[in-house]
């Protein structure tokens, strides 16, 4: 009996170990770790002065309507669900690449303010043979986005602020985003992180975004993965000032207003 009692208190202690060592790898890597990756760090105030901090701690301006992204599919950090719902709350046109489930959707439409539109975009379920996979996009990234794209009702279905929501089924890169040309304040970019769709959806992204406007990409998580959104936003950032916002997977851009 006890070989078994410590066969089982050592494989508790190492199951602890693995998930305590998870977590500070998770954090490490949003710093950057272990190599330098080319798009800087910054304090979200970098981004925007209302992220700026007092001895107290983040101002009230960014108190938001929030509920947890824990076990939720390919869900944001508490972090970054903060990060976005404060710069929704001043965003009147707001589009999304990649649904998923419709949290994030929801986040944006609780607390944009009441004439707010979010336009989010997916692939419907029997959409899937419209995905066009490009010669340099990676398999498992493919099957990925794929797996995202098999909902047709979200979390924001039904709730009081689906009103503002106006859901798109359409591959993106047949999307046409010239009615919003110059038209959006806020974008968040987490469709498929293949290269070749991280490329289209961000030429799409610049093109709409309005003057003062703000696009935020998900999952920079470095070299290993996902390789395409690593890859694709390093070479943007050799034209544009790119932000990786310390504490988070978000790279950002701000458009100027002139």
């Known amino acids: ?34 190599l330098r990756w080319p ?108 797996r995202a794209s098999v909902h047709t009702t979200f979390v924001y279905s039904g709730t009081p602020v689906a009103h503002k929501v106006r859901q798109i089924f359409s591959d993106s890169k047949a999307f046409d985003d010239a009615p919003l040309a110059s038209t959006c304040d806020l974008i968040f970019i987490d469709g498929s992180h293949t290269a070749s769709y991280v490329r289209s959806d961000s030429e799409k992204a610049l093109r709409m975004l309005a003057p003062g406007g703000i696009i935020i990409w998900h999952d920079y998580r470095g070299p290993w993965r996902p390789r395409g959104v690593y890859t694709v936003l390093n070479d943007l950032a050799k034209k544009l000032p790119l932000m990786h916002i310390e504490g988070t997977s978000f790279v950002a851009y701000r458009k100027p207003l002139a």
């Not at 190492?14 to 950057?32: F, P």
């Not at 929030?66 to 508490?78: A, E, F, H, P």
């Not at 944006?108 to 692939?123: E, F, R």
Request: glycine fraction near 4%.
């Open 39 to 146: 798009i800087p760090r910054k304090h979200p105030r970098h981004l925007d002065p209302i992220f700026t901090t007092t001895d107290l701690g983040p101002t009230l301006d960014t108190l938001v309507t929030y509920s947890s992204s824990i076990d939720v599919q390919g869900g944001t950090s508490d972090r970054e669900a903060w990060i976005l719902a404060v710069l929704a709350k001043r965003a009147c046109t707001i589009f999304e690449f990649g649904t998923c489930t419709g949290k994030t959707t929801h986040l944006l439409a609780l607390n944009a303010p009441t004439a707010a539109i979010i336009h989010t975009l997916t692939l419907a379920p029997e959409q899937a043979s419209a995905y066009t996979k490009a010669a340099e996009d990676e398999g498992h990234e493919t099957r990925a986005a794929l």
């Open 1 to 34: 009996m006890l070989p078994w009692l410590l066969f089982i208190l050592a494989a508790i202690s190492a199951l602890a170990l693995t998930l305590r060592l998870s977590r500070v790898l998770e954090k490490r890597e949003n710093r950057g770790w272990p």
